[in-house]
């Protein structure tokens, strides 16, 4: 599969994370941020880096920020640029954009200016780590949209030995297990013969609301 391009504009803390992620994936990467010295920080593990602001067209039109799959506006505290910014990239053609918003009120001026995504790294990453602290057995959890996720479940006691299929023990609560990993190995739950041990960490599909409820009943026993 041919790799992207990428341009990431504002290389604080979180934009130069995104740079270096996507130029160790071996990714194209321009970075693009007004002050020298985070471009300094970056300039040999980018494919480019530049001094540039990103409220000005112009200067973006020059780095060839037109010439780019995906744009990354990851400008901080400065409301104002990163949204001149978001509008300049969109100007230029970048197909598609992404977006670090400050607040709601922000996430919603980005919808309407036609970022493909909004992003709210800060209360989502707080969401995150909140769940797996009320939750022992939470290892992790991806969204797929609509109200729906995925968890990584630790097995508690009370299910060891269950096979998959017992109607207590998902069906119940309108859950689908996908599987288990049992050390490095992925077992399928779609046959329901498996049997649950308490080593594993179980892959379960299911509404939010739901998940959360079949994680609160056995919360205690992790």
Not at 20 to 47: P, S
Not at 107 to 120: M, S, W, Y
Not at 127 to 138: T, W
Request: glycine share 10%.
């Amino acid at each position: 599969m041919k790799n992207r391009s990428f341009v990431v504009i504002g290389l604080g803390t979180f934009g130069s994370s995104v740079a270096r992620e996507l130029a160790r994936f071996g990714d194209r990467v321009l970075g693009i941020d007004i002050h020298e010295r985070n471009v300094a920080r970056l300039a040999e593990t980018l494919t480019e880096a530049i001094i540039a602001d990103g409220k000005d067209e112009a200067a973006l039109k020059e780095a060839g920020v037109g010439n780019y799959d995906v744009a990354v506006v990851a400008i901080g505290e400065d409301l104002e640029a990163n949204i001149l910014c978001t509008m300049n990239v969109r100007m230029l053609g970048v197909e598609t954009i992404w977006v670090k918003a400050l607040n709601r009120t922000h996430h919603r001026i980005l919808t309407k200016l036609g970022a493909d995504r909004v992003l709210l790294p800060e209360q989502e990453i707080g969401q995150h780590i909140a769940q797996m602290l009320h939750n022992p057995l939470v290892r992790d959890y991806v969204s797929l949209g609509n109200g729906y996720h995925v968890v990584n479940f630790q097995i508690p006691p009370k299910l060891d030995g269950k096979p998959v299929a017992d109607p207590d023990v998902f069906a119940r609560y309108g859950l689908r297990a996908l599987g288990v990993m049992r050390d490095s190995q992925f077992l399928s739950c779609e046959t329901g013969a498996l049997v649950l041990r308490t080593e594993d960490k179980l892959l379960l599909l299911g509404r939010r609301t739901d998940l959360w409820r079949f994680g609160d009943a056995f919360r205690d026993e992790g």
